[in-house]
């Protein structure tokens, strides 16, 4: 054995996840599992996902805080799925599901199949996520990305139910989910495309980048699902592989194409009007008032019993107000009373 295999071998040694959480939960055992180089897989898709959200915060602070929600998103991505894959790579958050095919397979051979639920829990908080990245680019409004936003939330939670199901009948979530992702592919491709040309060229370009690799990789994820947990084909490990690859496009790849796209972008041209902070004076400076609680103006700060004093020379003193905002008049003073 050459120097990079003792390498491997002391790699997948240090590796004791399989080890330290076992096959067996909630009384039954997944004899059809990840393997140590399926673990192995999963920690190194965790590495990548941290390693692109610090690296999207860090493109953020370079920028003025106002024009940092795509990154911020887009970050928040990545750091979901890094705790996904930190899940799945220590052997967790997975169920054991009857499997509704016997194979012959050695591979796939077994009664229950490893379901790792942890993985819609990622999708259900990210895509939406990604869907309102590029949604928020092609300034759709809220009413339209709200319900895209629901029709994502049904193919996922469909997903998951089928996933569970051991018997024929998870072919009928599997198909529910698919036609809300048509429903959501359409709007990317027609609807939104559409609408992100009006605000440029270069607006355009970004939202066709971005959505036509989302709309290609989301094409996929039905066909890994149907070969993983619905119809048990492919091991655990080429499951690992291929939903890690497709997560790895979708999301690190995703980002770096739309933070890059939306380089020269202004997020008002957007229709996000977005204040910062810094430009708001009642952040720095407490405006003083009088008893009414009207602000007072100048260098007018004085007040006694009631009525505003001039405490310096060349200010007006600040009238009181006619009510007294509960929707009663204030009383007045009169001094010939």
Known sequence: MGPLGEQIAQLERRNNALRL??????GRTADIGITTRGSDWYFTVCAVMTVAGFAFMGLAVRKPRHTRIFHYITSAVVFTAAIAYFCMGSNLGFTPVEVEFFRSDPKVRGTFREMFYVRYIDWFITTPLLLLDLMLTAGMPWPTIFFVIFADWVMIVTGLIGALVTSRYKWGFFTFGNFALFYILYHLGW???RNANRFGNDVGKAFLYCGSLTSLLWLLYPIAW?????GNVIAPDSE????????????????ALLIWGHRNIEPSRLGLNITDYDNDVAVHEKRATNDYGVPVTGNNTGVTNGTTTATTSGTTPVAAPASDGLGGNVPTHNPTV
Do not use: Q
Not at 21 to 26: C, D, E, K, P, S
Not at 243 to 249: E, F, K, Q, V
């Open 226 to 230: 149907g070969v993983c947990e619905g």
């Open 21 to 26: 959480n076992g096959n067996t939960v909630n």
């Open 240 to 255: 690992a592989i291929f939903y890690g690859i497709l997560d790895l496009l979708a999301k690190p790849v995703f980002g």
């Open 191 to 193: 609807e939104s495309r």
